[in-house]
């Protein structure tokens, strides 16, 4: 069993950064990848990027590719969505999810957070 929890949204300016955690809890956390999705009013939900079990190896969609980053500190159980250069398309609720495989389908995530706001002013 996994809980996550995100934190780390709010109200910023576009051009602005703003960094997300999303904790988890339950030791087998360093097995399961990690997947950041978002969903914009009235829009389906959308994948953002994903991590693998150790770090390695990551992915993004190409609406936020050279712009957010995703790390993972297995230590503290933790990982991270570094948003740069943000826009107002940007504004979603964000959530992290975990899978046994590493995958961009939300489907096959089995565990997910409540979310977190992030808006982006113009």
């Known amino acids: 069993q996994v809980q996550l929890v995100e934190s780390g949204g709010r109200l910023v300016q576009a051009g602005g950064s703003l960094r997300l955690s999303c904790a988890a809890s339950?030791?087998?956390?360093?097995?399961?990848?990690m997947g950041w999705f978002r969903q914009a009013p009235g829009k389906e939900r959308e994948f953002v990027g994903r991590i693998s079990w150790s770090g390695g190896s990551t992915y993004y969609a190409d609406s936020v590719k050279g712009r957010f980053t995703i790390s993972r500190d297995i230590a503290k159980n933790t990982v991270y969505l570094q948003m740069n250069s943000l826009k107002p398309e940007d504004t979603a609720v964000y959530y992290c999810?975990?899978?046994?495989?590493?995958?961009?389908?939300?489907?096959?995530?089995?565990?997910w957070g409540q979310g977190t706001q992030v808006t982006v002013s113009s």
């Open positions: 339950g030791r087998t956390f360093g097995n399961y990848a």
């Open positions: 999810a975990a899978s046994r495989v590493i995958t961009s389908a939300p489907g096959l995530y089995t565990y």
